[in-house]
């Protein structure tokens, strides 16, 4: 890493490995992996130092399933098991495509993956009554025997379907962020707090333990992000940019906000929990916790973006 390269965390949404209304193989995992690549190549040409942060709901998703399927013949996998299993694999997928896309551009960078741990507070008021919907969507018949059985929380979403819930606990801190920081000093591109990261808690005796729960994505990467210094964060989701009454007839999209702005819109209820509010909550801390600068876009639109024609930028 050299001392003027800036530090990047580009947050990489689960959906952009395992997008919606298509079928969720592998080889289609692998192939969108590296059509995601194409945004972290081109912050590598600018000369960044990156860590690369990624979501894992479709996957974490497919993780339960097994296990709920499997049930009968295997362990139950406790979430942050599933969480830690998914950092590998996903971790696998994105190191050895940026490698050989590495490779065939001629760019000499070494990829590692880290599994993370994120440390949150075990009092959280999320643990008690947990709000986040994970998993598949079961028909209400089921929904008694399932929490007997498992000892699930289900609730109704807002579209009338049954879904499990989990507690999903604001990050504090990331225990492995010196070793990352190590490894970018040393000109390694970093893959970390896959899914969130794995959520961990001190006990008395100040041993880590795992919670069963998990962590937004994009408020994890907020928080690596500060820990090992980075100037930007850029968070790529399956939207151009920000917008205001999205969807809606008046729709308006934001190209440049302010922390201030941005918060005052976030007050206002602009952004809602489901889908836009993470990002903009998580581009609030890193600001106000030393950031500089939040890019939200789409993987497609990131040199446009960076050029000042599309996404949203976010800044002090």
């Known amino acids: 890493m050299s001392q003027k390269n800036k530090i990047a965390v580009v947050a990489l949404g689960g959906n952009a490995v395992s997008p919606k209304g298509e079928k969720d193989t592998i080889p289609n995992q692998f192939k969108h992996t590296r059509e995601s690549l194409f945004a972290v ?17 479709p996957q974490v998703g497919n993780a339960l399933l097994r296990t709920e399927l499997t049930a009968e013949q295997t362990p139950i996998l406790p979430l942050g098991i599933c969480v830690a299993d998914i950092q590998g694999g996903m971790g696998y997928m994105i190191q050895q495509s940026l490698q050989n896309l590495l490779r065939q551009e001629n760019i000499h960078r070494e990829v590692v993956t880290v599994i993370t741990q994120v440390v949150v507070n075990k009092d959280d008021p999320e643990v008690k009554n947990p709000t986040k919907f994970i998993g598949q969507y079961y028909d209400k018949s089921k929904v008694k025997q399932l929490m007997e059985r498992f000892g699930w929380k289900i609730h109704q979403t807002s579209s009338g379907e049954w879904r499990r819930v989990v507690p999903s ?12 920081k190590d490894l970018l000093s040393s000109g390694k591109i970093v893959i970390a707090a896959g899914g969130g990261g794995i959520p961990v808690y001190f006990l008395e005796n100040e041993n880590l333990e795992g919670l069963d729960a998990v962590v937004d994505k994009d408020l994890a990467s907020a928080v690596l992000g500060c820990e090992i210094g980075a100037q930007e964060l850029f968070i790529l989701t399956d939207v151009e940019g920000v917008a205001l009454n999205y969807g809606r007839p008046n729709e308006t999209w934001i190209k440049k906000l302010d922390v201030n702005e941005a918060k005052r819109l976030y007050k206002e209820g602009h952004f809602p929990p489901g889908s836009m509010g993470p990002k903009i909550t998580a581009a609030i801390n890193f600001l106000e916790s030393g950031g500089e600068c939040v890019i939200i876009t789409s993987i497609e639109a990131i040199k446009k973006t960076l050029a000042g024609k599309g996404g949203t930028t976010i800044t002090k």
């Open 41 to 57: 190549k081109h912050l590598i040409e600018l000369g960044y130092d990156l860590v690369i942060t990624h979501g894992n709901g």
């Open 169 to 180: 606990p604001v990050p504090k801190s990331i225990v492995e962020s010196t070793a990352i």
